[in-house]
């Protein structure tokens, strides 16, 4: 009870949305149903967007919801419902690979623990201190200035991705 | 900021908790009375004949793909938009190279014929007279694609 | 913080919105009627008047019938999606300008996020899960036809009308929707600053919508329901629901970003009170958003439907073009 009075709401919020993120991406790893898997996707994604504005990144927030549930999850449902049927979804996801799969999440482990120990966190005395009142301008200056080229080379990105699918999607309609 | 994000979860509850009651009310108030034939899958009143998943057309796929490509160009787009006022020229050649790369891509996949979706070719049955209607190609079902 | 004010406003939104979705079905009948030479519901309660409240008692009495091959859970939570993310768009509209009541000034809108059009979008992109996993659930050829098609042009519609977006953002310089709406001041509309915009962004809420001419989820000759073909009483009935509140949130967008929101011109001057200015800009953004809605009715029954593949090609090879030669144009004007 001394822990619960202790927290503040913005805690609780914080921990609600937390737990949610991490149950729901447990959900999408360990399912046997990929329908599941690719339901409890969005509520990852959902969490991760309330992760970010509690941290102040609306328009990160925003974005996250455009295109990862609008878009990119949009994508999978196709997939998932082109694929299998309502009943009898039932889909084997065994493991492979383990080795190369270990070495790989290791270093993304690492990475993420160090981005995570380095970074400056939000303490409660820092969120009281004056933050900008909307980032999106912000994000606008820098990436005509400071990112420029990072800005440019997304759109090549971007243009290799639009390619690669056209491409791809063009062979399986011929065969 | 963050209370007018909390307003947003308030009002996303309510609605929930609002449509959620709508279906409960409707479940405790509606009578039952299933039987099987009112439980199969709907076709017109005939048996359903195989399954739903007749095979899809893979362009649905590629708008997809494409989609998101462009999705990401718009996320892209709205804080340069911002701050185009104040930036004047230089943002506009900016994203003028920006979006340039992008058109030869849409470009590419409007040439190549990814964006072209495949056009109904009814076959026509005409009336022939002294024999009757008759239609030029039989219609091969299994080939069909839906659309 | 204070809660009580937000949740009377929620409650608020709330009502108006449900009565207009209802008194909005009894005017489309009325209105398809009038313009099919038939007289249209008359029965229940004085003209009509009290039809909406028959047929909500009807739908919330009606079985439920849900196919053996449907997955139950996918079934019921589609409508559910549907009706909450058509609503919830409503959060970030102004429907007026602040007013003054019980001694303090009162914004009228629930939630003033800085991001107010992005959010907006990303709320339009996730009305494709309702339908598409209603057509999934329901196990049925049609319904996921209709649910695979629907979000092919949903997604498909989305970009142009982001696109158009960018048009009004590059003037207004801001993402926040009140501001939009203060810089439409003096009758200085977008609608006719960016009128390639404005079109483009009316084509596009009419496919986001599935209104004719761009119905082509529920083509009843084609495909029976659509998406809803399996679905019955009350689950059917927010389906129905979601169709006229999508249908009010898109006209508010459109009034919001084009057509000057709750701006009324030269009222501020002619020496009213201020409760009486604020609630003409109320009125104002009313009447705005009906005309807007009435305008979406009379399109319905008069213009016939797109085939598909005119649809896509309408899509991607005409609207999507113009969005972007739109931004450009509108930065040249804007340089220059």
């Known amino acids: 009870m001394t822990l619960l009075a202790s927290l503040e709401l913005f805690d609780i919020i914080f921990y609600f949305f937390a737990f949610v993120t991490i149950v729901s991406a447990a959900v999408v790893v360990f399912s046997r149903n990929i329908v599941h898997s690719a339901f409890s996707l969005m509520f990852t994604f959902f969490g991760v967007a309330a992760l970010y504005v509690m941290l102040n990144a609306d328009f990160i927030a925003v974005t996250q919801v455009l295109v990862y549930v609008g878009g990119i999850l949009v994508l999978l449902l196709f997939g998932v419902m082109l694929t299998t049927k309502v009943i009898s979804v039932e889909m084997k996801t065994g493991t492979l690979q383990t080795l190369p799969a270990s070495i790989l999440v290791a270093v993304l482990a690492g990475t993420l623990c160090g981005i995570f120990w380095i970074t400056d966190w939000l303490t409660p005395v820092a969120r009281n201190a004056e933050l900008p009142a909307t980032t999106s301008s912000g994000i606008g200056r820098a990436l005509m200035t400071t990112y420029l080229l990072p800005f440019e080379v997304a759109s090549v990105v971007l243009l290799v991705a639009m390619l690669g699918a056209a491409m791809i999607a063009r062979r399986e309609r011929k065969r | 900021m963050l209370t007018d994000f909390g307003r947003i979860l308030i009002f996303l509850l309510i609605g929930a908790v609002f449509t959620g009651g709508g279906l409960v009310a409707s479940w405790l108030l509606r009578p039952r009375r299933p039987y099987p034939d009112k439980l199969s899958t709907y076709e017109c009143g005939e048996e359903p004949i195989g399954e739903p998943w007749v095979k899809f057309n893979i362009r649905f796929y590629v708008v997809a793909l494409i989609f998101i490509v462009f999705d990401v160009e718009v996320v892209f787009l709205f804080p340069w938009a911002l701050v185009f006022k104040e930036m004047g020229m230089f943002a506009f050649v900016e994203m003028a190279v920006f979006l340039g790369i992008l058109i030869v891509g849409y470009a590419y996949v409007w040439v190549k014929g990814d964006l072209d979706w495949d056009k109904p070719s009814p076959k026509v049955s005409r009336y022939v007279k002294g024999v009757g209607v008759v239609s030029d190609e039989s219609v091969d079902v299994t080939e069909q694609v839906a659309v | ?336």
Do not use: C
């Open chain 3, 1 to 336: 913080m204070d809660i009580i004010e937000p949740l009377v406003k929620i409650v608020f939104i709330f009502l108006i919105t449900l009565t207009t979705v209802a008194y909005l079905v009894l005017v489309e009948r009325r209105v398809s009627a009038f313009i099919q030479n038939r007289i249209g519901p008359n029965r229940v309660g004085p003209a009509g008047l009290l039809q909406p409240v028959a047929d909500i008692v009807k739908l919330f009495l009606k079985e439920d019938i849900v196919p053996k091959a449907a997955n139950k859970f996918v079934h019921s939570l589609a409508p559910l999606i549907s009706l909450v993310v058509a609503m919830t768009t409503f959060a970030v509209i102004p429907f007026g300008n602040s007013i003054h009541l019980f001694g303090r000034d009162i914004k009228l809108m629930i939630a003033d996020v800085n991001v107010g059009i992005l959010y907006i979008l990303a709320l339009s992109s996730l009305g494709v899960y309702g339908i598409t996993l209603s057509g999934w659930s329901s196990n049925n050829k049609y319904s996921l036809l209709g649910g695979l098609r629907s979000s092919a042009q949903m997604i498909s519609y989305e970009l142009s009308m982001g696109l158009s977006i960018i048009g009004v953002l590059m003037i207004a310089g801001t993402l926040r929707l009140d501001k939009i709406v203060e810089s439409q001041a003096q009758g200085m509309w977008y609608f006719w600053r960016t009128p390639i915009s404005f079109i483009t962004f009316v084509i596009a809420s009419f496919a986001e919508t599935n209104r004719l001419p761009f119905d082509l989820p529920e083509a009843e000759p084609e495909l029976v329901g659509g998406y809803h073909t399996e679905y019955s009483g009350m689950k059917f009935g927010l389906f129905f629901l979601a169709e006229y509140a999508n249908m009010i949130t898109a006209s508010a967008i459109i009034v919001t970003l084009y057509l000057g929101g709750w701006q009324l011109p030269f009222v501020g001057h002619i020496g009213l009170p201020d409760l009486a200015v604020s609630l003409l800009q109320i009125a104002a953004f009313g009447v705005k958003v009906g005309l807007v809605l009435l305008f979406f009715i009379v399109i319905r029954w008069t213009i016939p439907r797109f085939r598909y593949d005119q649809l896509m090609n309408i899509g991607w090879k005409v609207m999507l073009p113009l969005a972007l030669a739109n931004i450009l144009i509108t930065g040249v004007a804007l340089l220059w």
